[in-house]
């Protein structure tokens, strides 16, 4: 609950932290942009206004040479021309500094310079179209239809060429719809006041069209631009993990090879002292002076065996946890090696006045595993079991086959239990439950882990399950693949013995042989 706490405390406090960077990045922003955006969305969407410029060059030669062929049967094919020829030549300078912008490395470009540049020629290109339309041949009905049909073909078009540059959009389309409209209200008729509203409604409307496509524009580049900006952070965040996991790696071999070189230099003195409080205990070279002496020998002797049981442990963590355990794999009865270590453990159970009863299934096949590891996983669940079960109560092992036919044995005690938020504790290196602190018998914290390394190097399961006030089961189980199962013997025709040549003996197959009994062979399954 407390670890809980405090990550949700941290990821406020990152949060916020966050935000606030955000804040202070939108005004400087704020401060060194002209148009109130960030400084890279104004090379963007000038960027965006270049780019949909040069796509469009073709479509827009296309509608000015329509335009200009119309305009003909009115204006004549002189004045026509020289229009569209002013055109064309105002859009090719558009799409020549179009070209020289995206030829530009960003670094160099000067946004206020470039803007004003593609506003000046958006003014030009629409003033040169407001020329084709001040004054058409003719005052009839038609004439206005073709004057409105053209300007909102040129509004349309510029509004969705410059949306991501407004105020080009502006520039652009007012000269045309000012020319228009004031055409059609200079006519004094009903009708043609209507064709003037109606442009000016238009302008409006793709105006505002105009804005929207910017909005939308700029949305998502600020969406792209977050997007960078996570996965930046979460690059960043994966490299400070990989360093902090480095580091701890690096650490934890280092604590493992100190472990191993401290154990073994404490091995060293401690056989001398084994073997000196034994010699001392045993009174082999006459009996003591002072009573007392022997019991002091043999409490040293007891101490000395207790070290020596806890430098084994922690050796032999040492090498799981630098992957230097090495299996001696060979075929194992399972129910026989939980039997030895109770037999071994019967004597210390019946002292505490602890029943430990079994519960083998027979004919059990034998697996494929390390004798000395499923030993040793078998006495640390025992010790356990019998440290923590009070006096006059009981353990049971069982040994067997498991629901996917694997093999597994159990440890039940009648012990105290353990807290369900302390499993995790307990099966941690040197972890320690409030249960194994208050007992008399305290440890190194290093039985249970060691047992659930053994297991996970033999790809088995350790389950543990534990109520409080109850006792604690803990299951161990070998996978399918480790369990072997008896082959009949082969059951072949004798062959036929072919007459032997001339000084030569017949050839008597193997196992025809006499005094040669057949056995059944093991094969692992899978």
Not at 436 to 450: D, M, N, R, T, V
């Amino acid at each position: 609950m407390t670890s809980t706490a405090s990550d949700q405390r941290e990821e406020v406090a990152a949060r916020r932290r966050r935000a606030a960077a955000q804040r202070v990045r939108d005004a400087r922003d704020r401060l060194t942009s002209t148009t109130g955006t960030r400084p890279v969305f104004d090379y963007e969407l000038l960027r965006l206004y270049a780019q949909n410029r040069q796509s469009a060059s073709l479509a827009v030669l296309l509608l000015v040479g329509t335009v200009g062929f119309l305009s003909s049967l009115w204006t004549g094919a002189v004045t026509a021309g020289i229009w569209t020829a002013g055109v064309l030549m105002i859009h090719a300078v558009i799409i020549t500094k179009c070209r020289q912008f995206l030829s530009m490395p960003q670094g160099e470009v000067k946004i206020k310079t470039w803007r004003l540049r593609f506003i000046m020629l958006d003014l030009f290109f629409g003033l040169a179209w407001m020329f084709n339309l001040i004054e058409p041949v003719g005052v009839e009905e038609s004439t206005g239809t073709f004057m409105l049909f053209v300007m909102l073909l040129v509004v349309a078009v510029s509004s969705m060429l410059a949306s991501s540059l407004p105020i080009a959009v502006f520039a652009a389309t007012v000269p045309v719809t000012a020319v228009v409209a004031f055409n059609f209200i200079a006519k004094g008729s009903l009708h043609y006041y209507i064709l003037g509203i109606m442009a000016i409604t238009a302008q409006g409307y793709f105006l505002l069209l105009a804005h929207r496509l910017y909005s939308s524009a700029l949305a998502t580049l600020q969406a792209r631009a977050e997007k960078d900006m996570l996965i930046a952070e979460l690059e960043q965040a994966k490299a400070i993990s990989d360093e902090a996991r480095n580091r701890a790696e690096a650490a934890n071999i280092s604590k493992s090879r100190f472990l191993a070189q401290m154990s073994h230099e404490l091995r060293t003195p401690l056989n001398a002292i084994l073997g000196f409080s034994e010699v001392m205990k045993s009174e082999i070279f006459g009996p003591h002076a002072v009573p007392a002496y022997k019991d002091y020998s043999e409490d040293i002797h007891l101490s000395g065996q207790h070290l020596l049981g806890l430098i084994n442990e922690i050796l032999d963590l040492s090498r799981i946890e630098a992957g230097r355990y090495e299996l001696n794999e060979e075929a194992v009865p399972l129910a026989d090696v939980v039997q030895d270590c109770h037999h071994l453990l019967k004597l210390r159970a019946r002292n505490r006045g602890i029943t430990i009863h079994e519960a083998f299934e027979q004919n059990l096949p034998r697996v494929w595993a390390d004798e000395r590891a499923i030993r040793q996983i078998c006495l640390n669940l025992l010790s356990n079991a019998i440290k923590f079960t009070p006096q006059g109560g009981e353990i049971w092992i069982k040994a067997g086959w498991t629901a996917s036919g694997g093999q597994y044995f159990s440890v039940k005690d009648t012990g105290p239990g353990i807290p369900e938020d302390e499993i995790p504790v307990v099966l941690a290196s040197f972890g320690q439950g409030s249960n194994a602190i208050k007992s008399a018998e305290q440890g190194a914290g290093l039985g249970l882990p060691i047992a659930k390394s053994l297991v996970d190097l033999h790809g088995g399961t350790f389950t543990l399950k534990s109520k409080l006030r109850v006792g604690t089961e803990v299951v161990i189980a070998l996978p399918p693949e480790r369990v072997m199962s008896a082959l009949a013997p082969l059951a072949e025709p004798a062959p036929s013995i072919q007459p032997a040549a001339p000084n030569e003996l017949p050839i008597v197959p193997f196992e025809e042989r006499p005094g040669i009994r057949k056995r059944p062979l093991y094969t692992v399954n899978g």
